[in-house]
């Protein structure tokens, strides 16, 4: 019996007892022996019904109490430790009102604090953490083809900085005879800029349905596709941007070393001849190295086999992953090279790390959870910002096709 039902009982017996005063007065006379035993027993039941419920209210208020006490203990522990890939993935499965208090802790880690997004629910992105997956780094999901092979600085936020350049390559050393004076050779510097430009994947729409299968790795897909994006749209302006609201690609920061006689067509002299225009500390650099696309690797392949002699100019690799090579360089391959045609610069050689490029605040991810909630769907865009710059031009020189 809980304690309303003790209390209504309760209720009755002192109605009954009041019921049995009244009656006796209406008679005229007092109660019986017999009714005052009965009174008293009802009377003996009204106290122990009074003192159990009071007990039972009390326990109720305690218990209360206590689940109160508990909450407030659970809002103002410490969060459980939360590994940053597991609440970066819970972010992007449940967004953050689905999220626990370790894994919004873990999140305000990962928040981008010089991000310059800014959405309608007045909600930044967070930065995708290193080990994301068990089969690839955020840093090599998302590096480019032109990252793969230059020098890249990463900041944490998107300060503009110069980084000073100068090419002491023709500077010497002298014998001092005795008593001569000292001669002075000044370094010139100049300052390359670096102010990153801001990348859009786009949004990616992925169902709800999708989402809420357990066995759907959504990290990966939404990973992979904003990745592959923003690589594309990233590598074009690192290969060929004009550095006018864009990053200086490595084409555009290179200096002509040899032009094709022809435009439809290329030679292994005219190759060999690019290679030695670069000067011999850039040239035998640990990051010298030739750029091309593949039709033109292609074309250059088949005139390299066809040298007369036991050394061949190309040399194809026979190991999975490793670049073929070119007089002894490797060739690296990146599709936003400009193919064979009149006045196009279809191959870069030199030492490819005096090309540097800027990431500035890491890769952020934002999940657009109102956008296409009418469809049932969740949006998620990616962000990176970067910029791109030849730090010594005469350390990369290109080969530029004949006009006509």
Do not use: C
């Not at 017996?13 to 009174?39: D, H, T």
């Amino acid at each position: 019996m809980n304690a309303k039902q003790m209390r209504e009982k309760r209720g009755a017996l002192v109605e009954q007892m009041q019921g049995m005063v009244a009656a006796a007065k209406a008679e005229g006379r007092n109660l019986s022996n017999e009714e005052n035993e009965k009174f008293d027993a009802i009377s003996n039941e009204v106290d122990e019904l009074r003192s159990s419920a009071a007990r039972i209210e009390r326990a109720e208020e305690l218990k209360k109490e206590m689940a109160t006490k508990a909450e407030e203990l659970r809002d103002n522990a410490p969060a459980a430790k939360v590994e940053a890939r597991d609440a970066f993935n819970a972010y992007l499965r449940k967004g953050m009102n689905g999220i626990n208090a370790g894994e919004a802790r873990a999140l305000a880690e990962l928040r981008g604090t010089d991000t310059q997004i800014t959405t309608n629910d007045g909600l930044g992105g967070f930065l995708v953490p290193e080990n994301w997956s068990d089969f690839v780094s955020a840093t090599e999901l998302f590096k480019s083809d032109i990252e793969q092979v230059a020098t890249v600085i990463r900041t944490a936020n998107g300060q503009h900085f110069n980084l000073p350049a100068n090419d002491d390559t023709a500077v010497v050393a002298a014998i001092l005879g005795e008593g001569t004076a000292e001669g002075v050779s000044d370094m010139t510097f100049t300052n390359v800029k670096f102010e990153p430009y801001t990348y859009s994947s786009k949004i990616v729409k992925v169902s709800n349905q999708l989402i809420s299968d357990n066995a759907f790795d959504l990290a990966s897909f939404v990973g992979g596709q904003l990745a592959n994006r923003l690589k594309r749209g990233i590598n074009a302006h690192l290969t060929t941007g004009t550095g006018s609201s864009q990053p200086q690609g490595i084409v555009a920061g290179s200096t002509a070393g040899k032009t094709a006689a022809s435009a439809t067509a290329v030679t292994v002299s005219e190759v060999m001849d690019l290679f030695y225009s670069v000067d011999a500390s850039y040239r035998n650099a640990p990051g010298a190295g030739f750029m091309m696309n593949s039709s033109t690797a292609k074309a250059i392949r088949v005139l390299g086999f066809g040298q007369s002699n036991d050394f061949p100019a190309y040399v194809p690799s026979m190991e999975a992953g490793a670049p073929d090579m070119l007089f002894g360089k490797p060739v690296y391959i990146n599709e936003d090279m400009a193919s064979i045609a009149a006045s196009a610069k279809t191959v870069v050689f030199g030492d490819l790390k005096q090309y540097y490029v800027h990431e500035a605040g890491g890769v952020q991810i934002l999940r657009l959870n109102e956008r296409f909630a009418d469809s049932l769907s969740t949006g998620f865009i990616g962000y990176r910002r970067v910029d791109g710059n030849v730090v010594q031009s005469s350390a990369i020189k290109h080969l530029v096709q004949a006009a006509s």
